[in-house]
């Protein structure tokens, strides 16, 4: 099992950019997640789904948007980068949305916003 | 609402000593109780969790935490510290009520350094 991958590991964007951050995970996971990671500020939720076709809003999912169309992929797309969105992003996973579940994180990706 | 506190945001010890790093939370329900370890650069760890049950948990790389429900808190603790435990530790917490059901709630991370 690779667990959970994404992808890229850097990216530098310029103010006003696009782009998507990749995850995927091969645990046949029900439940994905997305966290950024600031200095000082733990892990916040950015958005979250329960099952394919599933998707909802976590703690600061202003500027960013997801879907779910598979069990495995969880993309998180930035539509209108801002140095605001500089951070470590990871993704995460748990075999479902149960409070017991343990969750899987990946490498994580860092993004820089100019 | 649902909280972790991690009071400190660095510990040192010497290798071979204890190490506590500490960790209090508030849920409105049961409370999930998890530890995860970042090395430099990496993805988040899973080291142990606490679900019901006997209140020492026992996890990966010799560590175990203790929780103590009238305090509120769920310390990491491991007797004989390691240079390479050197990271940072973040304590986490779910709850198993409504709309925020399964949502994990993260203190702001510990750095714990280990000397030789």
């Known amino acids: 099992n690779a667990g959970v991958t994404q992808t890229p590991k850097f990216q530098v964007l310029k103010t006003g950019q696009s782009m998507t951050l990749q995850c995927a995970q091969d645990m046949n996971h029900e439940y994905m997640s997305w966290y950024r990671q600031d200095p000082g500020m733990g892990l916040r939720l950015i958005h979250y789904?329960?099952?394919?076709?599933?998707?909802d809003q976590g703690e600061v999912p202003n500027g960013y948007n997801v879907s779910r169309s598979t069990t495995e992929d969880f993309p998180l797309r930035l539509l209108s980068a801002a140095p605001s969105q500089t951070s470590v992003y990871f993704c995460a996973s748990s075999q479902r949305n149960r409070a017991t579940d343990t969750q899987y994180f990946g490498p994580g990706t860092r993004l820089t916003v100019l | 609402a649902q909280s972790v506190a991690q009071p400190e945001d660095q510990v040192n010890v010497a290798e071979g000593n204890p190490l506590t790093v500490k960790c209090t939370y508030s849920?409105?329900?049961?409370?999930?109780l998890f530890w995860y370890v970042q090395y430099p650069n990496r993805g988040l760890q899973f080291l142990l969790k606490y679900i019901t049950g006997d209140n020492l948990v026992k996890g990966s790389y010799g560590f175990e935490a203790e929780f103590n429900k009238s305090q509120t808190s769920f310390h990491l603790k491991k007797p004989s510290a390691l240079v390479s435990d050197s990271a940072l530790y973040f304590c986490?917490?779910?709850?198993?009520?409504?709309?925020?059901?399964?949502?994990?709630?993260f203190g702001r991370g510990t750095q714990l350094t280990v000397w030789p």
């Open positions: 849920v409105s329900g049961n409370p999930y």
């Open positions: 986490a917490v779910r709850d198993d009520r409504g709309s925020t059901l399964g949502r994990l709630y």
């Open positions: 789904s329960v099952g394919a076709g599933i998707t």
